[in-house]
């Protein structure tokens, strides 16, 4: 092979240079006329918010992992990335940094500032993306905010009209008044707080006995339409059909029944308001009663609420309490729990207002829906309970309508004269209601019309994705359509997956995507979701700086799809770690490789194989097949773990140093030629299986093994970014244009398996001996002799002869069936002065003088045998001497012995 001077370290700085080869080589461009089977991802358009953070880099990096995969298994892969513009966070963000109110200039000129501040955004956010190695192709890039997106938008929405599934009605809705608009029910939220169950009385007109309510909202007494008790409550159905008075504003109200009335809860009479949730919504409307609005849209009290008209919920609220108090109405308040039901965006609680809005209708598309999902195959599978869940649980259709500015209009207008709704022909969209008129007159005759303000709900553009990408209304889309796969979040399931079912199926009658991977959320080191105010966020651009992408995507690609996951910089360090081994492993190894050559015979090679190399290739074919099978099941975090383990342990660990000694031989044998070509072959095939996970490090080895780099460049700069610049991209060829390897049936051996397994055993146990004698490892052994009981084991033992000796430099080596023949001598005897001295006194030094002069072992017999020694006249015993011991072999040699339990060996080694 080519021979490449490697650098010393691996700079991950080298993957912005990387980065920007792929794009000059379009290696990543999808082609529509190739005939390779298409793996198409729907991918998801995030809010463009000027920075991905941590939950982005693993949504990411579960897409970018199956498109590099499928991409080497032979597929033509669309990986497109869009941006989801439209939205009220853009909205306010324009407000705070012109100073300015939405309605404080003209509309177009609001909407002028929402999109310069998301050109801005997004490009940060695509600079991040490319950063992290992410394998878009980005001339399939779509952003809502562009006429093109709008126009399918505005299209959809008029198919869906004139089809009857859309529709504009008067009809409760929830609003957030922090944000003014309407919003959908899979955009509210809901929270645990804690507050005030008030027990109020209402007074019977005629002076009798009134009716005790419970109410946590008494701020909307001044819309109380009735009082509702469960029929079979034996403490009102004397009341039944009679009225009450509503305290502080003296109107009466009737008393009613109905069986999903709570006798239990409060004092089991209920005030029904408009709107205080969704049940007093059913309750109108069964019984078909009043309705009073209390709130305006930016939640003021109204004129209807008397003197506290003009108040805000929260004022109007301790107001009315204390009024009530005060009248004597309140008799008791209690805290109890409550679920608030809150805006998503700015977690402002939200009201329940009657207006007149867009809607789509739900309910009539919701069996489809569920036909839908239950055809799809969702990863967890437990993720697709939560949308059938969901589906089930659909009171009201999708308002779709939103009192906003920066969003897809509503291609709409109404005719001044009669009302009469008008819409555009789809050859006419996209366009602004507000700034063109209908090309025709109404059927009335009138040619004057008012435009619809309203927008659309950003869902409405980001929901119809695998439409877009696939190239849709054109006929070609079908080609492209359904995607194979939508990868995201759980969070998002019951607005993005749902809608984009609803729609699709709406739309073409079909699903819009094959299989569906659900990410779990990224938690912070504390094990708390991350956020500003506990001070957890992690950045992924600081990680990256320090670290580098590859480093990062090893700890995004260690989880499971579903499952949550906690961020922790060691994870991240140890990824890093194992990146650098595995450098300076391969630089071990290129520096050997010149002498191999690619055009060798493998076949005859492989005849000549040694115990090792057959072990560590039929790992390697193994772990291929596990890989593969773990990579089409979604586990990436049994597919990374188990090519690191490989690489870090078997291969690092101990084949590379088990070959050492065959490699730094002057011969070019048989011996040298089978360890070369095992080492590139699993470099080779190990790159591959790492280069979804770590794209820039597993191309930069390729680089190098591929002898892409000349030696005197790669020694005067570490930069691959300075070789970038003369690289002759026509004939470099991609890491990520190889194909994904496959398994070698004929190298998959389960006897090597146990052979290299002892073997790798054996030297580990000898390795270890070496470091806890703090000698070095080249350190020579005299002697070992390795003893078995198990007949396979001695055999086995016996073809890894020339591997221990080799790797450990022992000069003998034996390998026995049976038991070590050792046994333990006295070499020296120290005697006990503390005794002797203070007992023989003047005697002592001949006592001292004959033990020192006097064979260690001689003195040691005698005292066991008899019991004392006879020295001049003095009896010494055992008492008064120390011994020091050491085991010896059949030769008498000085051995130690090294216990192998797992394997039941024992080695008897002569240092």
């Known amino acids: 092979m080519k021979e490449v001077e490697v650098p010393k370290d691996y700079n991950h700085e080298n993957e912005i240079n990387w980065q920007a080869t792929w794009q000059r080589m379009k290696l990543y461009q999808f082609n529509p006329d190739e005939k390779r089977p298409r793996y198409i991802i729907d991918t998801p358009p995030p809010y463009p918010t000027g920075s991905i953070h941590i939950g ?128 959908a029910f899979a955009e509210v939220e809901y929270q645990e707080n804690e507050t005030f169950l008030n027990y109020l009385e209402f007074p019977d007109p005629a002076g009798e006995t009134g009716v005790p309510i419970a109410t946590t909202r008494p701020e909307l007494l001044a819309a109380c339409v009735a009082v509702v008790v469960h029929p079979e409550d034996e403490r009102y159905q004397h009341l039944t059909g009679k009225k009450v008075q509503v305290p502080l504003f003296n109107r009466e109200v009737e008393i009613i029944t109905d069986e999903e009335v709570d006798p239990e809860f409060g004092t089991g009479a209920v005030m029904i308001c408009t709107f205080g949730d969704k049940t007093d919504v059913t309750w109108v409307n069964r019984y078909d009663l009043d309705i009073i609005e209390a709130i305006n849209e930016q939640g003021i009290m109204q004129d209807v609420c008397g003197k506290y008209s003009g108040l805000t919920l929260t004022e109007c609220k301790d107001a009315i309490v204390e009024d009530l108090d005060k009248e004597g109405f309140l008799t008791r308040k209690e805290k109890v729990d409550q679920n608030v039901g809150q805006c998503w965006r700015c977690k402002t609680p939200i009201e329940i207002l009657v207006k007149k809005q867009w809607f789509v209708a739900v309910k009539q598309m919701n069996p489809q829906i569920i036909d839908a999902a239950e055809g799809m195959d969702w990863i967890p599978e437990h993720m697709k309970t939560r949308l059938l869940n969901w589906t089930g649980s659909m009171d009201w259709d999708w308002c779709i309508s939103r009192q906003r500015i920066f969003a897809t209009p509503i291609p709409v207008w109404y005719c001044k004269e009669c009302g009469e709704v008008m819409v555009p022909s789809e050859e006419e969209v996209p366009l602004d209601p507000t700034q063109t008129q209908p090309t025709k007159p109404c059927q009335c005759g009138s040619t004057e019309f008012i435009a619809e303000e309203d927008v659309l709900d950003t869902w409405m553009d980001s929901s119809i994705t695998p439409l877009v990408i696939a190239g849709w209304p054109g006929e070609e889309y079908q080609d492209l359509f359904p995607a194979t796969i939508r990868q995201q979040g759980h969070d998002i399931i019951r607005t993005w997956a749902f809608y984009t079912i609803l729609r699709t199926l709406a739309l073409t009658g079909d699903a819009p995507f094959q299989n569906v991977v659900v990410n779990g959320m990224v938690f912070g080191e504390d094990g708390h979701k991350m956020s500003k105010s506990r001070g957890n966020v992690i950045a992924p651009e600081d990680v990256v700086e320090e670290y580098g992408a590859d480093a990062l995507r090893l700890w995004a690609a260690n989880s499971v799809p579903g499952s949550d996951v906690p961020f922790a910089w060691k994870d991240v360090q140890h990824g890093y770690k194992f990146l650098r081994k595995f450098w300076n492993a391969f630089r071990f190894v290129n520096m050997h490789l010149a002498a191999y050559s690619a055009n060798n015979d493998v076949e005859s090679i492989k005849t000549t194989l040694k115990p090792l190399d057959k072990w560590i290739l039929s790992g390697l074919n193994q772990l291929v097949g596990e890989v593969t099978h773990t990579m089409d099941d979604y586990n990436f975090a049994h597919a990374r773990n188990r090519i690191q383990a490989y690489i870090w342990h078997d291969f690092c660990d101990d084949y590379i140093e088990a070959v050492k000694y065959r490699l730094y031989t002057d011969e070019e044998g048989e011996s040298k030629q089978a360890a070369l070509y095992t080492l590139n072959t699993v470099i080779q095939t190990c790159l591959r299986l790492m280069a979804p996970f770590t794209p820039h490090f597993t191309e930069e080895i390729h680089y190098y093994l591929e002898g892409y780099g000349n030696a005197k460049s790669s020694a005067e700069n570490d930069n691959v970014g300075e070789l970038d610049k003369t690289r002759d991209e026509d004939v470099f060829r991609s890491i990520h244009q190889e194909t994904w390897p496959e398994v070698v049936q004929d190298l998959v051996d389960p006897v090597a398996d146990g052979i290299g397994q002892l073997g790798a055993e054996v030297i580990g146990e000898l390795r270890r001996f070496k470091a806890s004698r703090k000698m070095p490892l080249n350190t020579p052994l005299k002697a070992t002799t390795i003893y078995s009981n198990s007949p396979e084991k001695y055999n086995h033992l016996l073809t890894l002869e020339d591997d221990i000796k080799g790797t450990m430099r022992i000069e003998e080596l034996m390998v026995s069936e049976g038991k070590p023949d050792v046994r333990e001598i006295v070499v020296e005897i120290t005697p006990r002065m503390d005794k002797i001295g203070p007992e023989f006194k003047g005697q002592a030094p001949v006592i001292v003088k004959y033990l020192q002069s006097h064979d260690p072992q001689e003195i040691a017999d005698s005292l066991e045998e008899d019991g004392s020694i006879d020295i001049e006249g003095s009896l010494i015993t055992a008492d008064y001497i120390s011994t020091s011991k050491e085991l010896v072999g059949r030769t008498g040699e000085k051995v130690e012995l090294l216990l192998l339990e797992e394997m039941d060996l024992v080695m008897e080694l002569v240092i």
């Open 56 to 183: 982005h880099v693993l949504n990411w990096l579960y897409m970018d992992l199956l498109a590099r995969w499928k991409r080497m298994q032979g597929h033509s892969v669309l990986f497109p990335q869009g941006w989801d513009c439209h939205g009220l966070p853009t909205e306010v963000k324009v407000e705070e940094i012109h100073g300015i109110k939405k309605n404080d200039v003209p509309r177009e000129e609001f909407r002028q500032m929402c999109i310069e501040l998301t050109k801005e955004n997004i490009q940060g956010m695509k600079t991040q993306m490319q950063r992290m190695g992410y394998s878009q192709d980005w001339n399939r890039e779509y952003v809502t905010m562009t006429p093109e997106y709008k126009e399918k938008t505005q299209r959809s929405f008029l198919q869906m009209y004139h089809e009857g599934l859309i529709y504009r009605a008067v009809h409760p809705v929830n609003w957030c008044p922090r944000c003014e608009t309407a919003i």
